[in-house]
């Protein structure tokens, strides 16, 4: 009778919440009660990210939960350089760097742009599988930011020093290993595994015969990705683009990239044939649109029409400037979904 009487006036007391309120309560119950279950599993690294993707901005402390020290070793401690809090993007992040780096806000505003666009953020809070490839990440900072939108990362760096710089900035920011892959490779078109020499010298990097430094290189074809599809493909590798691009054929063929971002250096002839690049996307790789993006402003043009690509090389190789290109592979993507200004109203800089 007592049991029965009891259980009547829990059932009162929980019907008496509105609706969506009992929902949140079962939901935060059934959270906490898995998380708690298996605390110890978990580095407070770990909770401290599972805690923060209920609210970005509402940290709760970890020592609470469990008593953690000050000196709990999980927490990073001592990084390998400096810590640089990154705050011109949302959500911000912290880079490790070496030295007095500082991160380039004016030449990612147009990136910037293009990822508001494609609601990054928004994407990998609904769906944290959600892929990001960063090529030539350096210190990492756009395969990080996309790691704090939420984003399954993958990040590949070929120097080594620089690998262990990206490895304390997932540290710092309590990244699920899960999510944030850091690979020590080099991404070309040879067969995987086979040794390739390059040259570093400061932020710049690039395969070289000549080179005095050595890694493993990788075809993005050969990764084994923990979804079936790439939302966006970032590649920053000082003039072999081209040869990122020839390694992921497969993919691209596939329709298992949709978004590529990368750097062209149109006057780095002695590397690739930046001449060819352009045409080997729009029609090797079947993109649907192609934008020029400003490298200091926050402009983007296009999409590029076939009389643009076909000029873009002696174009730029002349003004000897750098743009970003941006192009979009995926096929539900309608012309309208990027805002940008015409091409032909582009003029780079004598």
């Not at 649907?288 to 590029?304: C, K, S, V, W």
């Amino acid at each position: 009778m007592m049991r029965n009487r009891l259980q009547n006036v829990t059932r009162s007391i929980f019907l008496g919440f509105p609706k969506v309120s009992r929902c949140a309560l079962i939901s935060a119950f059934i959270v906490f009660v898995l998380l708690f279950y298996k605390i110890d599993s978990y580095s407070n690294g770990e909770l401290s990210d599972i805690l923060r993707s209920f609210g970005h901005e509402n940290y709760i402390s970890l020592r609470l939960i469990r008593g953690a020290s000050d000196t709990d070793t999980t927490t990073p401690v001592n990084p390998p350089g400096n810590v640089v809090d990154v705050e011109d993007r949302k959500p911000a992040f912290k880079l490790v760097v070496k030295d007095t780096y500082t991160p380039n806000v004016e030449g990612t505003q147009a990136q910037d742009r293009v990822l508001q666009q494609l609601q990054l953020y928004e994407t990998c809070q609904r769906d944290s599988s959600t892929i990001v490839v960063d090529v030539g990440s350096y210190l990492g900072e756009f395969g990080l930011y996309a790691a704090a939108c939420g984003c399954t990362v993958y990040m590949f760096e070929m120097q080594q020093d620089i690998v262990t710089l990206i490895h304390s900035s997932v540290d710092q920011n309590y990244f699920l290993p899960s999510r944030v892959h850091v690979y020590h490779n080099a991404i070309s078109d040879v067969p995987s595994d086979t040794t390739v020499k390059y040259t570093a010298d400061g932020s710049s990097s690039f395969i070289s015969d000549s080179g005095s430094n050595s890694v493993q290189a990788m075809r993005l074809d050969d990764i084994p990705w923990s979804s079936s599809s790439i939302f966006m493909l970032h590649v920053d590798v000082e003039g072999y683009e081209l040869n990122v691009l020839r390694s992921a054929t497969k993919l691209f063929a596939e329709n298992r990239i949709h978004h590529l971002m990368f750097k062209y250096h149109p006057w780095w002839a002695d590397r690739t044939s930046q001449s060819t690049l352009l045409p080997y996307i729009r029609n090797e790789l079947k993109a649907r649109f192609i934008y020029a993006l400003h490298r200091t402003e926050n402009i983007i043009y296009g999409p590029l029409r076939p009389i643009d690509i076909a000029n873009y090389y002696d174009q730029h190789f002349k003004s000897q400037y750098q743009t970003d290109i941006y192009a979009v592979f995926d096929k539900k993507a309608p012309r309208s979904a990027i805002k940008s200004k015409p091409y032909n109203s582009y003029k780079p800089p004598d």
